[in-house]
């Protein structure tokens, strides 16, 4: 699976004392997390979807798993999330990638992201 996740560069900033509390109230997979000074929600959404992966059963844990931030567009602040699923059944392959990409999707706003997504004004003549 090679995908990624667009978010809304005006959406990202530092993370304070009162959201990492927050955070590891809400998701138990962060609990352990260590907050690092002057740490983004980016830098925390990226590490909450590698434990998500990390901890999903039918991601291969002994291959590549890639989380990373490419550079800004104008379309956003791509997260790349690479990774392998042990299911190669074609059908279950998509349901999985899918549901993973759901869950990682409405997981966002958590993190005080947005996803990006292009507005356009059409006016009808």
């Given at each position: ?92 392959f998509e349901q999985i990638?899918?549901?993973?990409f759901d869950h990682l ?21």
């Amino acid at each position: 699976v090679d995908k990624t996740i667009k978010l809304d560069m005006n959406t990202l900033k530092f993370c304070t004392d009162e959201m990492m509390a927050r955070i590891r109230q809400e998701i138990p997979l962060m609990k352990e997390v260590e907050y690092q000074e002057r740490m983004t929600n980016a830098q925390l959404y990226r590490i909450y979807i590698e434990k998500y992966l990390v901890h999903h059963p039918i991601v291969c844990q002994n291959l590549d798993m890639i989380i990373a931030q490419r550079e800004p567009t104008q379309f956003g602040v791509p997260i790349e999330i690479y990774f392998f699923l042990s299911d190669k059944v074609w059908k279950e392959f998509e349901q999985i990638q899918s549901d993973i990409f759901d869950h990682l999707l409405a997981m966002v706003h958590v993190f005080g992201l947005r996803l990006y997504q292009l507005s356009v004004n059409l006016t009808e003549k």
